[in-house]
Antibody, heavy 119, light 113 residues
């Protein structure tokens, strides 16, 4: 059974960089797209961007100037960096797997990690 | 961006009754070459991540009860819960994966009447 686990600081100061890691277990990172998605408290879902296991990326234009997503296939990990954060970046951050070939959507999700931006 | 608009924002349905959620995309998500609609539905319960229910607008994910069904094409889609169960209380989201940035509807909260 594929499992995703997000990890990283739960509190980040304004103007600093949010850094999260998603560790994938029970399956390989290869041949899949891996996305980061966030959800502000009590609000809806926002797709941040994806990375293919080969390293190609696609980011939401609304965040593109501040986001970097990277992959480490040797560790089965995907990472997110979001620079120059503000209170508006406070959210639960999820990593999710793009569904296998022949299907669509996100078929596996991590439990999510709450990141609060505050001084 | 392709804007996804769900209606209603919330609904209360009696146990065993039908629940219907609508999702409208600002652009068609139908891809003619493969005859597929790039539209998914998710269920999110409090404190949990979203769970994939439906993809390609009408294909049920493995393990999802058959009381959940998806329909529609182009820009207008529907998620139907044919006989609402207590465990179906949740927020439901539609999502298009045709255009990047991939976008979600604002969510529809389903409760028991």
């Amino acid at each position: 059974q594929v499992q995703l686990q997000e990890s990283g600081p739960g509190l980040v100061k304004p103007s600093e960089t949010l850094s999260l890691t998603c560790t994938v277990s029970g399956g390989s990172i290869s041949n899949y797209y891996w996305s980061w998605i966030r959800q502000p408290p009590g609000k809806g879902l926002e797709w941040i961007g994806y990375i293919y296991y080969s390293g190609s990326t696609n980011y939401n234009p609304s965040l593109k100037s501040r986001v970097t997503i990277s992959v480490d296939t040797s560790k089965n990990q995907v990472s997110l960096k979001l620079r120059s954060v503000t209170a508006a970046d406070t959210a639960v951050y999820y990593c999710a797997r793009g569904a296998e070939a022949g299907k669509g959507g996100f078929d596996y999700w991590g439990q999510g990690t709450l990141v609060t931006v505050s001084s | 961006d392709s804007v996804m608009t769900q209606s209603p924002d919330s609904l209360a349905v009696s146990l065993g009754e039908r629940a219907t959620i609508n999702c409208k995309s600002s652009q068609s998500v139908f891809y003619i070459p493969n005859n597929k609609n790039y539209l998914a539905w998710y269920q999110q319960k409090p404190g949990q991540p979203p769970k994939l229910l439906i993809y390609w607008a009408s294909a049920r994910e493995s393990g999802v009860p058959d009381r959940f069904s998806g329909s529609g094409s182009g820009t207008d889609f529907t998620l139907t819960i044919s006989s609402l169960q207590a465990e179906d209380v949740a927020v439901y989201y539609c999502q298009q994966y045709y255009y990047t940035p991939w976008t979600f509807g604002q969510g529809t909260k389903v409760e028991i009447k």
